[in-house]
């Protein structure tokens, strides 16, 4: 998939000024949630060094209970302390998984960096298997660091 159409849209939502960067954050999420077919649940969270735990700040999707995350457990605490991105592309086959829902088969988590600095996390799930590829890794980095230009 081309993800070229959605980055001036992205751009722009970035760009509105009038708007506080959580809003903006959740623009985002709603575009790739509805635009990209098997982006299921899309969300920005965000770590609190000092208690070692993730905050859920914006997302699209169903609502989770899983607003706060441990760094360490599930894909995006894994993806707290590797500051890698971690590709899932059968969460079954994973140990150390929050389930979200019955309906998730994938999850992509890419940290987001400011100043060399890993503050938080893309997440989305898909109700597909294996869905994922380098391009969409590619596009959520890019994604990450435009999003950084706002924090």
């Known amino acids: ?35 990209v077919g098997y982006y299921d649940w899309v969300g920005f969270y965000f770590a609190n060094e000092a208690e070692k735990t993730l905050h859920l700040k914006a997302f699209a999707g169903e609502p989770t209970d899983h607003t706060v995350i441990p760094f360490g457990k599930g894909i995006c605490g894994q993806v707290a302390i590797s500051n890698k991105n971690f590709v899932v592309a059968d969460v079954k086959a994973q140990d150390n998984y929050i389930a979200c829902s019955i309906t998730v088969k994938a999850e ?24 994922f590829s380098e391009v969409d890794e590619r596009f959520l980095e890019w994604v990450n660091s435009e999003v950084a230009e706002i924090l």
């Open 1 to 35: 998939m081309s993800f070229s159409h959605l980055k001036p849209k992205i751009t722009t939502i970035l760009s509105n000024d009038h708007e506080t960067s959580e809003q903006r954050m959740k623009e985002v999420c709603e575009l790739l949630q509805t635009s």
């Open 108 to 131: 992509i988590v890419i940290p987001l960096f400011k100043d060399g600095k890993n503050i938080g996390q893309i997440d989305i799930d898909s109700h597909l298997e294996d869905p």
